[in-house]
């Protein structure tokens, strides 16, 4: 198994967790222990979907961005806005207003993952008629869902989309372009997202199939809100004139993408939250979806606006995007430059490798010979699947067990079944 330590964008606050194992059961990947009343998350099965932030009522499990004073290291800051941004706020406050605030907080350039999305469109249209030897071709804009594929369904990853993200691609023509116009170096320009989820946050830090670092921090879209809501009242007494890109904002809503990309000769399905997600990847490993020639998936349920850190419900921040796309009016947006690195392969990403979790053993004589304990240690196991031992199912105990990271003991209903034979004992004697 791959050694290298994983960055993730949770956090678990020992003194707020009580041990419940709500974490536990809903875990996709079944990444969470609870080992004396705490949870303990392993880095090498964690997926940063935010299902356990969503589970615990106690916020013993927070995400994390990186704090704003980042900013401050560089010269030149540029904040990218992810397309979700904008549901967040109350219809008295407009598409422009929200966007010009972000200038309030000390950034010199602010721009727009809905400025290229209309270019990605065309871009994954091409890429999905150059492979039709991959079929189907899986979207690669949820950071989960390819850390998913390289966890659980490795098979899978020659289907990715072997480009960059849109935010990813809105960067690296940002900063070519930002160095040449203002004469600064690479290093004096900041460049940080706005991001409505923990996995865009751990993207950034550990991007996965790029071959550098793009971005120097992920804020979340919490975050940010509370700041920019103190400069919201005086920007409304000033309305500002900037541009926006309402067509874009297409890109926050499930369904919308495949929507956009199906045509006359592709068929595109679209899957939200992961479950979902995860039932869809098993048909696509068992072929039973060879006649889609493209999924769009998203982890999160209603796609990016129901990230976990977006502060406003997700089918109200769905209802608002959807107004705004109505009534606003589309920025102009020159791709050429664009057109120009994609042609010039500088979107392209390193083929993504596997991430095998489910390994007893390096060796396979002590992996057969760990299986067969394993299997053992289950018949003896209940199989209520309870959780009530801190592990997500009896096999996840079992194989713990064989792991050594814990003990039959754990069995909570194994302990009561054997304290009761040992009451009745004195009286069958």
């Excluded at 980042?70 to 598409?95: C, P, R, W």
């Excluded at 290229?116 to 991959?134: L, P, S």
């Excluded at 690195?341 to 991430?355: I, S, W």
Aim: with cysteine; proline share 5%.
């Amino acid at each position: 198994m791959d050694n290298k330590k994983y960055f993730h964008a949770l956090q678990i606050l020992e003194d707020n967790c009580t041990g419940c194992t709500a974490c536990v059961r809903v875990c996709p990947t079944e990444a969470i222990r609870v080992r004396d009343r705490k949870a303990h998350i392993d880095p090498n099965r964690c997926v940063d979907c935010g299902e356990c932030i969503f589970a615990c009522q106690f916020h013993a499990i927070i995400p994390r961005s990186d704090p704003l004073d980042l900013i401050h290291n560089f010269k030149y800051k540029v904040a990218i806005i992810s397309t979700s941004y904008f549901g967040q706020f109350t219809e008295d406050i407009s598409y422009e207003v929200a966007k010009q605030a972000l200038y309030e907080l000390g950034f010199d350039d602010v721009q727009e993952e809905a400025m290229v999305t209309e270019f990605m469109v065309k871009v994954i249209q091409n890429y999905i008629r150059a492979n039709r030897d991959k079929r189907p071709i899986i979207s690669s804009n949820c950071p989960t869902v390819v850390r998913l594929i390289q966890l659980k369904y490795p098979s899978l990853l020659p289907n990715l989309f072997h480009l960059e993200a849109p935010m990813s691609i809105l960067t690296r023509y940002l900063r070519e372009k930002i160095q040449e116009e203002k004469g600064l170096k690479e290093d004096d320009i900041g460049i940080f997202l706005i991001v409505p989820c923990a996995a865009h946050v751990t993207a950034v830090h550990q991007p996965e199939g790029a071959y550098k670092h793009l971005q120097d921090g992920a804020f979340s879209i919490g975050m940010i809100y509370g700041k920019v809501r103190e400069h919201i009242k005086n920007l409304q007494n000033n309305p500002p004139q900037i541009a926006t890109y309402p067509k874009g904002l297409t890109w926050a809503l499930s369904g919308v993408q495949a929507e956009l990309v199906d045509c006359e000769d592709i068929r595109a399905l679209s899957v939200n939250g992961v479950e979902n997600v995860m039932e869809i990847l098993s048909r696509v490993e068992d072929h039973y979806l060879d006649q889609y020639d493209y999924i769009v998936m998203r982890s999160c349920t209603n796609g990016c606006v129901g990230g976990c850190f977006n502060v406003e419900n997700p089918f109200v921040a769905m209802s608002r995007i959807k107004k705004m796309i109505k009534e606003g009016e589309n920025g102009e947006v020159d791709i050429h430059e664009l057109e120009e690195l994609y042609d010039e392969g500088e979107f392209d990403v390193a083929p993504l490798t596997p991430r095998p979790i489910m390994e007893l053993d390096t060796d396979i004589k002590a992996a057969i010979r760990k299986m067969k304990q394993l299997n053992e240690i289950l018949t003896s196991l209940p199989g209520l699947n309870c959780s009530a031992c801190g592990s997500p199912s009896c096999y996840a105990l079992a194989e713990d067990i064989v792991l050594g990271k814990a003990t039959i003991e754990d069995c909570v209903v194994l302990l009561k079944r054997h304290s009761k034979e040992d009451e009745q004992d004195p009286q069958q004697k």
